[in-house]
Nanobody
Framework: QVRLVESGGGSVKVGGSLTIRCEVS????????LAWFRQVPGKEREGVAS???????VYADSVRGRFTISKEHGASILSLEMNNVKPEDTGMYFC?????????????????WGQGTHVTVSS
């Protein structure tokens, strides 16, 4: 059974930084595409960033240069470092896993979802 558990959400000021994390079932961690999606009420879930089995990352235009997705060495942890955050970064952030080794972009086809962690950016 694949499990994805997010943590680290909360409130942050505009221009500030926040890092959210996702603990992934160790048995698949090194072989799969992992991604972060976000969703706000009334809108579709959108891909923010992804990293494939070769640790190659891809970002949505809206976050490129501000967010960094990474797999933490030695641990089954996927992180998303968010810098210079903006009000439009507010939303529920979901960790996602694709059974494919390759992601094909920041919004891969997802096989497993986490429950989400909420981020609020305020002025």
């Amino acid at each position: 059974q694949v499990r994805l558990v997010e943590s680290g959400g909360g409130s942050v000021k505009v221009g500030g930084s926040l890092t959210i994390r996702c603990e992934v079932s160790e048995s698949i961690y090194g072989r799969a595409c992992l991604a972060w999606f976000r969703q706000v009420p009334g809108k579709e879930r959108e891909g923010v960033a992804s990293v494939n089995g070769f640790r190659q990352s891809v970002y949505a235009d809206s976050v490129r240069g501000r967010f960094t997705i990474s797999k933490e060495h030695g641990a089954s942890i996927l992180s998303l470092e968010m810098n210079n955050v903006k009000p439009e970064d507010t939303g529920m952030y979901f960790c996602a896993l694709s059974d494919s080794l390759y992601c094909g972009g920041p919004s891969p086809l997802v096989n497993y979802w986490g429950q989400g962690t909420h981020v609020t950016v305020s002025s």
